[in-house]
């Protein structure tokens, strides 16, 4: 099973700063197509996640484009820049390019 | 806009059994696999079951293989999951999803405790 770790566990950023989440696969997610399958997903508080990134560097519909994502076969990073109160909660990143699909343990971030 | 709306969780007695029911509206549900995925309390995701828009094929990881079936109605746009064996590690909120997880519904909590 590919593994996805994420760093940090958690994050405080002082508002209308940017912010840095880490993932890393243990094996490539860069598929014969050309296309990196991660995605990144933020759980609000109490609420159900929320696709935010899909194929690694695609913002998903509706989705501000402060965030933005990165990387290379096995290393990502998801963007904020210009945090803002709204994003608050825990942020996923995801491979979904072989069975089983996995998820990253999961990063929170919070408001200084 | 898209919608999926989970019912049938509840509380449920180790060993017995479970059928979730997701549905969908919004789009046009016969194009796209769906997959559930569920959280333990305080816990991140885990992949449980997907199944191709055709439900000609189905996926599951090794921790539900065996008693596990997902299944969908086209006509109703409507998604299952039946869950036999239950034990007290799937205690979770099962989440059904849309193609590669780009929506998610509300959620339904299903506990296994006797």
């Known amino acids: 099973d590919i593994v996805m770790t994420q760093a940090p566990l958690s994050v405080s950023v002082t508002p209308g700063e940017s912010a840095s989440i880490s993932c890393r696969s243990s094996k490539s997610l860069l598929h014969s197509n050309g296309i990196t399958y991660v995605y990144w997903y933020l759980q609000k508080p109490g609420k159900s996640p929320q696709l935010l990134i899909y194929r690694m560097s695609n913002l998903a519909s509706g989705v501000p484009d402060r965030f933005s994502g990165s990387g290379s076969e096995t290393d990502f990073t998801l963007k904020i820049s210009r945090v803002e109160a709204e994003d608050v909660g825990i942020y996923y990143c995801g491979q979904l390019l072989e069975n089983p699909w996995t998820f990253g343990g999961g990063t929170k971030l919070e408001l200084k | 806009e898209v919608q999926l709306v989970e019912s049938g969780g509840g509380l449920v007695q180790p060993g017995r059994s479970l059928k979730l029911s997701c549905v969908a509206s919004?789009?046009?549900?016969?194009?796209?696999?769906m997959t559930w995925i569920r959280q333990a309390p305080g816990k991140g995701l885990e992949w449980v079951a997907s199944i191709t828009n055709t439900g000609g094929s189905t996926y599951y990881p090794d921790s539900v293989k065996g008693r596990f079936t997902i299944s969908r109605d086209n006509a109703k746009s409507t998604l299952y999951l039946q869950m036999n064996s239950l034990r007290s590690e799937d205690t979770a909120t099962y989440y059904c999803?849309?193609?590669?997880?780009?929506?998610w519904g509300q959620g339904v909590m299903v506990t296994v405790s006797s």
């Open positions: 999803t849309k193609g590669r997880f780009d929506y």
């Open positions: 919004g789009f046009t549900f016969n194009n796209y696999w």
